[in-house]
């Protein structure tokens, strides 16, 4: 157990929300899969940012499935929570939900799972706080971004 103290995932919860414009559009009118990855990015590093209280940088996206388009008009919304911690590291779990704006009607269409590491001031790796498991739903989130993490490891 780390020195630090543990907080909970819905601590650093983020929620990112922007409306995709034509200049977000790929050739087939929807929005491209390169600014969907970018604002993934984003948020699984503001949550991360959040519960370190530290600048991170991204070390790898483990996976990254894209189940629908997001659709020009629509609202992109990103939810990002730490899903797994190690000494210096975190694992951000990305949902992205398209929603129409008028009839509020929402898909997921991304699920996303990102790893960073926490940086001091002087850009060396430091130490994160570990995740207090407050639900059900944290402990297998903890559970599958623990086996993910070894799957990682074994990669290596």
């Not at 370190?52 to 189940?67: I, L």
């Not at 919304?77 to 509020?104: D, F, K, M």
Request: charged share 25%; net charge negative; proline share 4%.
């Amino acid at each position: 157990m780390s020195e630090l103290s543990a907080k909970p995932p819905s601590r650093s919860r983020t929620i990112l929300s922007q409306l995709m414009q034509p200049e977000h559009s790929n050739s087939r009118g929807n929005v491209h899969g390169g600014w969907v990855m970018k604002l993934v990015d984003e948020a699984g590093a503001l949550a991360c940012m959040r519960h370190a209280q530290n600048r991170v940088v991204t070390v790898a996206v483990d996976s990254m499935t894209f189940k629908h388009s997001i659709a020009i008009g629509d609202l992109m919304i990103l939810e990002a929570v730490v899903s797994y911690v190690g000494r210096t590291s975190l694992e951000a779990e990305v949902l992205v939900y398209s929603e129409n704006p008028v009839s509020g009607e929402r898909m997921l269409t991304n699920t996303a799972y990102l790893v960073y590491v926490a940086l001091d001031e002087d850009g060396k790796p430091v130490e994160v706080p570990d995740l207090l498991l407050e639900t059900e739903e944290d402990n297998q989130r903890y559970q599958a971004g623990q086996a993910r993490q070894k799957a990682r490891l074994a990669r290596l």
